[in-house]
């Protein structure tokens, strides 16, 4: 089945202690990107990748790293968590970056299901 | 302002009403538009795409945008319960999804 993978589903930690949430995704998909959920303030992007080694910041990229050593794989590493952090966090891919030339039917954002982080 | 508003609801309707959801944007460069549809505790998932000004349909749902007045909308006809769920509109310019932006989308809970 074609899916994107978070892990974990939920996660409570301590402002300080470094924590990483994977990604992995089964379909190939060169694009990938991390985004937060707030109440009021939508999905904003944090950092994505268009291809192994190639990463970049999005919108709110504070506080937070990624890395692209693998295909499949794009974790987010929080080094130093804070209570801001607390937050919705969705892992998502797509097989061309390009929401206009092959995205919509031919290539949506496939979304994970979610990690919801708390940082006390 | 935000570049993307959406009310964000609750919005309570009974099963087999006409439901309206709505969102406007400032940003005149947007050249494509879509409606996600997130279920509780679950990820977005692709509802409707659209490229141009104009109406698209996909059976029970219509998404129409209207570039002049910089304001896009889904309609869901014969509404079931199974469509409670928050919707998400998210348009972007040229160039990715690295420039997509989403709206905070709208609780919808249609009961029966």
């Known amino acids: 089945e074609a899916q994107v993978t978070q892990n974990p589903r939920y996660l409570i930690t301590v402002t300080g202690k470094k924590l990483t949430v994977t990604c992995s995704q089964n379909?190939?998909?060169?694009?990938m990107s991390w985004y937060r959920q707030d109440p009021g303030l939508g999905l904003r992007q944090i950092y994505y990748s268009m291809n192994v080694e190639v990463t970049d910041k999005g919108d709110v990229p504070e506080g937070y790293k990624v890395s692209r050593k693998e295909k499949r794989n794009f974790p987010l590493i929080l080094e130093s968590p804070s209570p801001n952090q607390t937050s919705l966090y969705f892992c998502a891919s797509s097989l061309s970056f390009d929401g206009r030339r092959g995205g919509g039917n031919n290539s949506p954002l496939h979304f994970g299901n979610g990690t919801r982080l708390t940082v006390t | 302002q935000k570049e993307v508003e959406q009310d964000p609801g609750p919005l309570s309707v009974p099963e087999g009403a006409i439901v309206s959801l709505n969102c406007t944007y400032s940003n005149s460069a947007f050249q494509y538009f879509m409606w996600y549809r997130q279920y509780s505790r679950k990820g977005p998932e692709l509802l409707m795409y659209t490229y141009s000004s104009g109406n698209k349909e996909d059976g029970r749902f219509t998404a129409q945008v209207d570039k002049s007045s910089k304001y896009i909308s889904l309609f869901i006809r014969d509404s079931q319960p199974s469509d409670s769920a928050t919707y998400l509109c998210?348009?972007?310019?040229?160039?990715?999804?690295?420039?997509?932006?989403f709206g905070a989308g709208t609780r919808l809970a249609v009961h029966p």
């Open positions: 998210a348009m972007g310019v040229s160039g990715g999804y690295n420039k997509l932006i």
């Open positions: 379909m190939n998909h060169e694009y």
